[in-house]
């Protein structure tokens, strides 16, 4: 299960010493743009404009992109050379979708190491029978070939990078061969795991791969909450693995500049957000909480009728175990695709005929003539 947005992660609460931090990046920033490279590039224009007032173009800005706080304590742990790379990265994350614009390639890809999972939380698509049910051919684990062949074409192009979607990252035994081919080949690197099957092999290989954020799935801090939310979980199990993570990080890993968070669905009203921040905190940066959104049955949902266009047909891609591509992992049984990277190429697909047909719909008042969209909240 992902977060629904990377944005809707500006619930995590309370980020410690973010207004220094900010500051001294601006000022870093400030520092490194030059205006040589400012008149050649408008990325870089943009954003100077958006994050100092400047006005170097002498044309008005479309959007103002700004650095959100999950933004500013993703670029303190970054090396200041990376700054610029970063920004051009997260501008594009942030506003394309908002501008309707593409480029090459998306500005972050989702690939799932697997579809299966251990779990059936109940407000996800793994209790959906017509996903799970082996013979309708959507289970399935990734092979390393298919990996490296993603990873080839990605590396230099984008630098966002999510391991995880329909399944448990976990459950596929290569995650530490996926983990080590893409080390230092992106800067914005992010892994989600439910922690059940987090064993010391794998610990290792997410600390010795230069991830950025790793993401534990949770939305209680108590029993019989979390086995009721995490159908097949064991908080006892989960919680040990996470704070045996936080001890290996801690004492063999003393350098380490990756990101944990636990994230849960904010689901009902039986979540106690105060007591989630001080169980988990113990043993992660940050807790956050993302929006519930129909997962679970968003094929047979009653029709919301949103107008504003989806923001994921702009911001990133999906591709499956088997090479399928999706625009999202809201349409988790792949209706809205016929696209595979064994076929065609990244740029092939984002730029293709079928992208071209969801992206004029949505724009054009067509969403919810489309299905699951006409039943999907994600704008
Ligand atoms: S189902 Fe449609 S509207 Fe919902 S996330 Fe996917 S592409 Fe966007």
Redesign the pocket.
Known sequence: MTEIAYDKANSILELRGIGEKRKQILDIIDTQMNLSDLKSDPILQQIEESLFGIDVTRNKTEEKFYLRDHVVEEMSRLDESDYLRYLRYRYRYDIYPILHKTEKYPPLVQIEPTSICNYRCVFCYQTDKRLTDKKNGHMGVMGLDLFKKIIDQLEGNIEGVTLASRGEPTVNKKLPEFLQYMTGKFLATKVNTNAYLLDEEVMHAILQADLQTLVFSADAASEPLYSKLRVNGNLDRVSKNIEYFYHIKENQYPSSKLITRVSGVSYNSDQDIGEMERFWRQYVDQVAFVDYNPWEN?YDAAKKY?DHP????WRRMFIWWDGRVA??D??YLTT?STDTITVNTIPEIWNGENYKR?RDN?LSGR?ST?E??S????V
């Not at 989806?310 to 047909?313: E, H, I, N, P, Q």
């Open positions: 968003v949103v989806c923001s994921d047909l625009p999202c809201v349409d809205l969801l949505h969403r489309m699951p969209c039943r999907c909240v994600v």
